[in-house]
T-cell receptor, first 112, second 115 residues
Framework: GDSVTQMEGPVTLSEEAFLTINCTYTATGYPSLFWYVQYPGEGLQLLLKATKADDKGSNKGFEATYRKETTSFHLEKGSVQVSDSAVYFCALSLDNTDKLIFGTGTRLQVFP | EAQVTQNPRYLITVTGKKLTVTCSQN?????MSWYRQDPGLGLRQIYYSMNVEVTDKGDVPEGYKVSRKEKRNFPLILESPSPNQTSLYFC??????????????FGSGTRLTVV
């Protein structure tokens, strides 16, 4: 079935380090891909998205490129801040549905 | 402010005692959904609704009920809660027919403990 696989966390980094969180997917058809972020004690918020192959989503210094050939949508940021500490979820939606399928989430901890 | 409001934020209850978690949105969204979040499992969909009086099962519907009598409200009902329903619950809404491409709006969550 359709699914999303994320790297396990926690990911622990020092401030200003480079971040990569891996995400791969399995889907029939042509999914849209998303990254959501969950700050402590809050609901999820949409961080960025890409709706077709080779699209790059970006927001708040984060980027992810929709790679159809490797079925991946890795999240990157060049210089993380303490305030980026959160849980990051990769997700997909399929043509003709409004359902989001989530990965298991990756916790990021950034230390000063 | 556009938002999804869930209540309560925290709830401790005993096995078998019926409870309802409320969810309300003020964005006129057609699509609403309930998820549960468990460590190592991510978010799993419980039920969803495409519009008033239209509801359907998600991936883990057992032990839950929902209703959609009004567009803004989508309550989650646990008729006879059990300890395996201890979890963090999220309600979400979006425009229907968009494949989630405009983003889901999530509530702040309800942490339920069943003892």
């Amino acid at each position: 079935g359709d699914s999303v696989t994320q790297m396990e966390g926690p990911v622990t980094l020092s401030e200003e380090a480079f971040l990569t969180i891996n995400c791969t997917y399995t889907a029939t058809g042509y999914p849209s891909l998303f990254w959501y972020v969950q700050y402590p004690g809050e609901g999820l918020q949409l961080l960025l998205k890409a709706t077709k192959a080779d699209d790059k989503g970006s927001n708040k210094g984060f980027e992810a490129t929709y790679r159809k050939e490797t079925t991946s949508f890795h999240l990157e940021k060049g210089s993380v801040q303490v305030s980026d500490s959160a849980v990051y979820f990769c997700a997909l939606s399929l043509d003709n549905t409004d359902k989001l399928i989530f990965g298991t989430g990756t916790r990021l901890q950034v230390f000063p | 402010e556009a938002q999804v409001t869930q209540n309560p934020r925290y709830l401790i209850t005993v096995t078998g005692k019926k409870l309802t978690v409320t969810c309300s949105q003020n964005m006129n969204h057609e699509y609403m959904s309930w998820y549960r979040q468990d460590p190592g499992l991510g978010l799993r969909q419980i039920y969803y609704s495409m519009n008033v009086e239209v509801t359907d099962k998600g991936d883990v519907p057992e032990g839950y009920k929902v209703s959609r009598k009004e567009k803004r409200n989508f309550p989650l009902i646990l008729e006879s809660p059990s300890p395996n329903q201890t979890s963090l619950y999220f309600c979400a809404s979006s425009l229907a027919g968009t494949g989630g491409n405009y983003g889901y709006t999530f509530g702040s969550g309800t942490r339920l403990t069943v003892v």
